[in-house]
């Protein structure tokens, strides 16, 4: 049975999507899970590979989305970004990158705030 928290995150998941979508961005998959973590969404950006990152909050109470992302969490992103190009060969050697997608919904749902960091994680 879902939790109001993992339902939080499909419906991000799905508004990330739809909005990247239509903005040139061809979906690959969702949820990729290995054992560095998990991928919410896999996109091709043009020639590129785009891990996205898609963090949802109802309001800023718990702080912004954008801030969600820690530094632990930015090297399991680019860990897991590695072992999706390893699994999946097909796609030879792209140009890859990790974005974010913060997204702050209303007490009605509609999207108050969207935020998308291209290159939001980068190793160091």
Known sequence: MPTPRSTLGTIGEEIARRRLEAIGYVW?????????GEIDLVMRNGDEITFVEVKTRRGDAAGRAEE???????????????????????LGDPIW????????????????????????????
């Open 68 to 90: 969600s992302v820690s530094v632990s969490k930015g090297r399991k992103l680019l860990a897991s970004g590695s072992w999706y190009l390893q699994q999946h060969q097909a």
């Open 28 to 36: 690959i998959e969702s949820n990729w899970f290995c054992q560095s």
């Open 97 to 124: 990158r990790v974005d974010l997608v913060a997204i702050t919904l209303s007490r009605d749902g509609a999207v108050a705030r969207f935020n998308h960091i291209v290159n939001a994680v980068v190793s160091s």
